[in-house]
């Protein structure tokens, strides 16, 4: 009996100074595992005469459930330590302000190519596109202009380098997206009916014009289409972008190497106050430059002119863009200044829609 009283102190004592799971898995064994002290008393019963296994057995079996239940409860006491331990270090204060994340706004030029390529989407318009540095033959001959066409002259026309004794005429960046009409009519043929939004480059710079800047090429080939398409389309196009029903386009005669007839498109617009307001006024705003494709070009593009007619035009996408959003210089598009991205820029959520380009 000393023997099961010395056994009951010196284990409850173990438990209770167990300082974790592992200590206390180990008093476990030491008493209850098959090697333990108590199970070897337990066996020890066999061997004992009968009266005293008849104090002995009860006694002993006494002494295993209660270090199993201080056992337990010392794991029980361990385990809400230890999630109170991590409950104070982990805690989260779910009412301090948020930290500020810096975002980014949208460019308007980005935003504007977004609306365009929306609204021409829904009239049936795939966007193509070409490369900014462009063979002259793509940027001139093919588009029907002469060696010696003005737009050609160094002044206006960045050119790239050649090795010295290369001859061959040098690539230019490209002066407008005009080259993109012949490289979709190589690639798709006709019928064809696609826009193509991108940077061109010409020598230039003031408060409405940048050395780079922005333009949509638009182009329609079928069998019989006419200027009255080229008219609607564009007039279409206008109310759309700039959400106002009475638009009104004035068309000018006008030449470009690679249409015939052609015509500049000015769109009716007021200056009052500084304030632009499209469709109503006196004034008239050159937007774009227009006309039905001439066939040399549509022949440059290997498609046959006797089978196949369609129109194309140039917009300026910058233009528009400073017309619809009332951004007074050009060259601030392209300066960085992010007080100016904040002002003009656009939530990146802020994505357009047919239903938010049409009149309200
Ligand atoms: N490429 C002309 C320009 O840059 C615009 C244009 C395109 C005119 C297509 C007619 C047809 O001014």
């Not at 029980?76 to 270090?89: G, I, N, Q, S, Y």
């Not at 940077?199 to 922005?214: A, C, G, N, S």
Request: charge should be negative; aromatic fraction near 8%.
């Amino acid at each position: 009996m000393d023997a099961i009283a010395e056994l009951h102190g010196r284990f409850l004592d173990r438990i209770a100074q167990a300082p974790d799971a592992e200590a206390l898995e180990a008093v476990r064994l030491a008493a209850l595992g098959k090697k333990g002290e108590i199970s070897a008393m337990m066996r020890s019963l066999g061997q004992m005469s009968p009266e005293e296994r008849q104090s002995a057995g009860p006694a002993l079996n006494g002494l295993k459930s209660e270090i199993d239940a201080a056992l337990r409860a010392r794991r029980a006491a361990l385990e809400d330590a230890a999630l109170d331990a991590r409950l104070k270090t982990e805690w989260l204060d779910v009412t301090l302000p948020a930290r500020h994340r810096p975002a980014g706004t949208i460019h308007p030029i980005s935003q504007v190519m977004d609306e365009l390529t929306a609204i021409f989407a829904d009239m049936g318009f795939s966007v193509a596109e070409g490369p900014q540095i462009e063979s002259d033959w793509y940027n001139f001959d093919a588009l029907n202009i002469a060696p010696e066409h003005p737009s050609r002259q160094e002044m206006d026309t960045f050119y790239m380098h050649r090795d010295s004794g290369d001859n061959r005429p040098p690539h230019v960046l490209r002066t407008h997206t005009s080259p993109v009409q012949i490289r979709a009519m190589q690639a798709q043929g006709a019928p064809i009916r696609v826009i193509a939004p991108g940077r061109v480059y010409r020598m230039d710079m003031d408060q409405t014009h940048t050395p780079m800047f922005h333009q949509v090429e638009g182009l329609a080939i079928d069998r019989d289409i006419t200027m009255a398409q080229l008219k609607w389309t564009l007039e279409e196009f206008c109310r759309a972008f700039f959400e106002v029903d009475q638009v009104e386009l004035r068309f000018r005669a006008s030449h470009f190497p690679f249409t015939e007839p052609s015509a500049e498109v000015d769109i009716r617009c007021s200056w009052e106050g500084g304030q632009l307001k499209i469709g109503e006024g006196n004034d008239w705003l050159e937007i774009l430059g227009s006309g039905m494709v001439h066939p040399h070009v549509l022949r440059a593009g290997g498609i046959d002119p006797d089978q196949w007619q369609g129109f194309a035009f140039g917009l300026g996408i910058d233009r528009i863009a400073m017309l619809k959003y009332g951004i007074p210089d050009l060259r601030a598009f392209f300066e960085s200044d992010l007080r100016w991205l904040r002002h003009y820029g656009f939530a990146a959520l802020d994505q357009p829609s047919l239903a938010a380009g049409l009149s309200r």
